[in-house]
């Protein structure tokens, strides 16, 4: 698993760092001891087996780590022919 590249990462006080997720529009704040133990440069994978379950999970459900950017692309696609496919815009004319 990485970081996700939608994360956003600012600085709220002197222990604690917010992360707004733009492309789950989720916030979730940490300290910053385990903010340096989840943050890696990019392409680099998280040990996750050392991260809490509780906190693993939260990060998984908001999108601030994925197995990779592809993931996030996959899943807007999905979105994108889901819209378009939809059946109240699917119409057909008889002539």
Same mark, same amino acid.
């Given at each position: 698993?990485?970081?996700?590249?939608?994360?956003?990462?600012?600085?709220?006080?002197?222990?604690?760092?917010?992360?707004?997720?733009s492309f789950? /529009?989720?916030? @979730?704040?940490? +300290?910053?001891e385990t903010?340096?133990?989840?943050? %890696?440069? !990019?392409?680099? $994978?998280?040990?996750?087996?050392?991260?809490?379950?509780?906190l693993l999970?939260?990060?998984?459900? /908001?999108?601030? @780590?994925?197995? +990779?950017?592809?993931?996030?692309?996959?899943?807007? %696609?999905? !979105?994108?022919? $889901?819209?378009?496919?939809?059946?109240?815009?699917?119409?057909?004319?008889?002539?």
């Amino acid at each position: 698993m990485q970081w996700s590249k939608y994360n956003i990462v600012f600085e709220l006080n002197n222990d604690k760092v917010g992360i707004f997720n733009s492309f789950k /529009n989720s916030f @979730i704040t940490l +300290s910053k001891e385990t903010y340096q133990e989840v943050k %890696k440069p !990019k392409g680099e $994978q998280i040990q996750i087996d050392k991260l809490p379950e509780d906190l693993l999970n939260s990060l998984i459900e /908001n999108k601030n @780590i994925v197995e +990779s950017d592809n993931e996030v692309i996959n899943i807007l %696609k999905f !979105k994108s022919y $889901q819209d378009r496919f939809m059946d109240f815009l699917m119409n057909i004319i008889l002539l």
